[in-house]
């Protein structure tokens, strides 16, 4: 099949196996080329197959040398459709681990389900008996509770009133002007129930209960604030809303994990392109100047070079550094005021005419597609590729 990208809004409907593979080679490569890490052995990534998940389970396998076990909601290619990018990335993530004589495996299926969380603690039980790092790093749009039943879909909308401000069509760069309708209270409940703290706690609390945690274990979940630019749509909207309760939910987690020592953690992380950000109104604009203004600083990072200063300055440094919140912050170097000043000096002034001059689109662009294997250096898209590709330890 020879595979081009194709999209709908912010969503890639096509994925390309050797460039999601390249892509994870070169995040591989990346943490080689750094400091070992005196880290975690036994390493859980929930939600491992993109993002800072990916970049999480790459830091702990190749940084630390850790075992890892990936769980994921992917699918695999079938008749004239390609498998998701995220499959093509654990497949390759794989590989790369077996060369390495790394332990790793994965499981494929709903993470919020009794029965993934079941698989997930009998293969520790059987493989390693405790894990000490236990990553969270679910992005999804919808829930089914394992308990009631009950389907959550969640919304980015702000609360209270309505929200207008400039946006852009990342794919041909017009710049227009939004309004978002502000959310429903059912809207809110819905949007905490998927992507607030409650499936984290029921995680942590299967794997005490059922005695896999080792003494001092740690778990992270990843969370955004951001500038006041983005507040309404984001910290002040439905997603803020959950992230308070993910942030109350670490809280809770750290009680239950007291009698063993283990802490559990929120780190706050820099904005980045993903299929999750690029569908939050405001925020592409706003992620395009950011980018433009911390690479000419010369501190623009992405998702693995986040994920190394995680591991390596944060967690597992000798102090941990935290904010008053006893939260951990990488998004330090996005939030420098000299940073925010002039993406809000740029902000008053971008427009379509000026946009591709006076911001990043075109590394927003490149970075969205990379996510998806596409744009790579080296392939040849016009060749013929195998979309069939298998990972080789899923369970």
């Known amino acids: 099949m020879i595979i081009k990208p194709k999209t709908r809004g912010f969503i890639c409907t096509t994925a390309h196996p050797e460039g999601c593979r390249q892509n994870v080679k070169e995040q591989i490569n990346y943490i080689k080329s750094k400091e070992p890490i005196k880290g975690p052995k036994k390493v859980l990534v929930i939600g491992s197959s993109t993002g800072y998940g990916l970049a999480s389970r790459i830091t702990a396998a190749f940084g630390c040398g850790a075992d ?15 498998a998701t990018a995220g499959w093509y990335n654990m497949a390759a993530f794989e590989e790369e681990a077996k060369k390495a004589g790394l332990y790793s495996k994965s499981i494929n299926g709903d993470a919020f389900s009794d029965e993934i969380k079941e698989k997930t603690i009998e293969l520790i039980k059987k493989d390693w008996g405790k894990v000490d790092l236990i990553i969270y ?11 009631t039943g009950e389907v959550f879909n969640s919304v980015i909308k702000p609360i209270g009133q309505p929200y207008t401000n400039k ?6 760069g017009e710049v227009s002007e939004i309004t978002v309708d502000p959310a429903t209270e059912d809207e809110i409940r819905q949007t905490v129930a998927v992507m607030g703290g409650e ?21 992270v979940a990843f969370s955004y604030i951001g500038p006041e630019l983005t507040h309404a749509v984001y910290k002040n909207g439905t997603i803020g809303k959950a992230k308070e309760h993910l942030e109350a939910s670490s809280k809770n987690i750290t009680k239950l ?28 604009l706003y992620i395009s100047l950011l980018f433009k203004i911390m690479k000419e600083k010369g501190i623009h990072e992405g998702c693995i070079e986040q994920l190394y200063r995680l591991f390596a300055e944060r967690l597992y440094a000798d102090t941990l550094l935290l904010d ?9 170097f996005e939030m420098r005021e000299d940073v925010q000043n002039e993406v809000a000096r740029l902000w008053s002034t971008v427009n379509t005419e000026n946009i591709e001059e006076t911001t990043d689109i ?8 990379k996510l998806f294997g596409f744009g790579l250096p080296g392939i040849n898209y016009d060749e013929e590729c195998n979309e069939k590709v298998d990972i080789p330890s899923l369970i």
């Open 137 to 147: 790093s679910l992005a999804a749009p919808r829930r089914t509770h394992p308990k």
């Open 324 to 332: 008053e919140e006893g939260r951990i912050r990488l998004d330090d």
């Open 362 to 369: 075109k590394g927003y662009r490149e970075d969205f597609f």
């Open 199 to 219: 499936d984290w706690e029921m995680w942590i609390e299967a794997l005490k209960t059922a005695g896999v945690l080792a003494e001092g274990a740690i778990t």
């Open 167 to 172: 946006t852009v069509n990342f794919h041909n």
């Open 68 to 82: 890892t076990i990936g769980v994921f909601f992917e699918k695999p290619a079938e008749e004239k459709r390609t």
């Open 257 to 284: 994990l007291k009698d063993i020592g283990g802490k559990a953690y929120i780190s706050v992380n820099k904005a980045l392109v993903t299929q999750s950000s690029s569908a939050i109104p405001v925020v592409p």
